[in-house]
């Protein structure tokens, strides 16, 4: 089993930044992918981006380029979302989410591990 546990939402202004983080501990695979996702109310869970952790590639939605950067640490088995430009549309609860793979894939069910979800909420 793999445990993920994120960190650092809140409530910023639109326009201001954030930086969201993802451990992963228990029975971490030798390599793996992790992605983050959104979910706004009455929306579907939407990608937001990921990396395969040893290569260090990343992803990302159209929504978020540009104004959205994955990062990792491999010695803390820790995935990063620097979130700046934030925008209103930009709210949700934001899930961290790992699978034993080497392909980001965009799709929420091909992800077999997921954190408990954090709060962003951006204000206009």
């Known amino acids: 089993q793999v445990q993920l546990v994120e960190s650092g939402g809140g409530l910023v202004q639109a326009g201001g930044s954030l930086r969201l983080s993802c451990t992963a501990s228990?029975?971490?695979?030798?390599?793996?992918?992790m992605a983050w996702f959104r979910q706004a109310p009455g929306k579907e869970r939407e990608f937001v981006g990921g990396?395969?952790?040893?290569?260090?590639?990343?992803y990302y939605a159209d929504s978020v380029k540009g104004r959205f950067t994955i990062s990792r640490d491999g010695a803390r088995n820790t995935m990063y979302l620097q979130m700046n430009s934030l925008r209103a549309e930009d709210t949700a609860v934001y899930y961290c989410?790992?699978?034993?793979?080497?392909?980001?894939?965009?799709?929420?069910?091909?992800?077999?591990?997921w954190g408990q979800g954090t709060q962003v909420t951006v204000s206009s």
């Open positions: 228990g029975r971490i695979f030798s390599w793996y992918t």
């Open positions: 990396v395969v952790f040893l290569a260090g590639t990343t």
């Open positions: 989410a790992a699978e034993g793979s080497a392909v980001v894939s965009g799709a929420a069910a091909e992800y077999d591990y």
